[in-house]
């Protein structure tokens, strides 16, 4: 099997279900911000740091792939091909990540400045491009139906990146930075 088929080479994407949309279809715009998303969770699971996370981020990663193969699924076409599926408990298993990570570090004060250490920013564009994702999602849902369950995991896993970044900044001894706004 050959990586290129040449299919797309005017601009156009066929979706799961054989619906041919421009590649700057929203639909598409929102799989392949879900595609960058995993990309850059795989740099954060690759720090040294996440050493004992690497199995969690992993399997976030596996969810991911389930959201973009959901979101590039046609719902006016009723497709015979198994696509995996999302689950509440997928939801649940962030919150309670969160939730651990939150207890171990200092109680949050301000809201904080990205950066401190490498691994951290790191976590930090993921968490920026997950919102994106998310915001993206919700404007799909406007036009065409989008699973509210994929919604609901991109939040989470937003504050879950969120709460890696902080609990990255509190194992690496990094600074977590509080802005202070200028008035």
Same mark, same amino acid.
């Given at each position: ?41 795989g740099l954060v699971r690759d720090q040294e740091v996440?050493?004992?996370? /690497?199995?969690? =981020?992993? @399997? ?10 959901? $979101?590039?699924?046609?719902? %006016? ?59 993206? /999602?919700?404007? =799909?849902? @406007? ?10 995991? $991109?939040?989470?896993?937003? %504050? ?6 902080r609990k990255m900044t509190y194992e690496l001894q990094a600074e ?8």
């Amino acid at each position: 099997m050959k990586i290129y088929t040449k299919t797309g080479d005017k601009g156009t994407t066929s979706l799961i279900g054989g619906t041919r949309v421009a590649k700057s279809h929203l639909r598409i715009e929102a799989y392949g911000t879900v595609d960058e998303l995993n990309s850059y969770i795989g740099l954060v699971r690759d720090q040294e740091v996440n050493k004992s996370r /690497a199995d969690i =981020l992993k @399997e976030i990663q596996d969810r991911l792939f389930t959201i973009g193969s959901t $979101l590039a699924t046609d719902p %006016d076409k009723n497709t015979k091909m198994v696509t995996p599926d999302l689950h509440a408990e997928d939801v649940t298993l962030l919150e309670q990540e969160i939730d651990k990570m939150t207890a171990e570090v200092p109680p949050l004060r301000s809201f904080v400045l990205p950066g401190g250490h490498q691994s951290v920013s790191f976590g930090h564009l993921a968490r920026c491009v997950c919102r994106r994702a998310e915001r993206l /999602a919700i404007r =799909l849902q @406007e036009e065409s139906p989008v699973d509210d369950l994929v919604i609901m995991y $991109l939040n989470r896993l937003s %504050d879950y990146l969120f709460a890696l970044c902080r609990k990255m900044t509190y194992e690496l001894q990094a600074e977590e930075i509080a802005w202070k706004p200028r008035v």
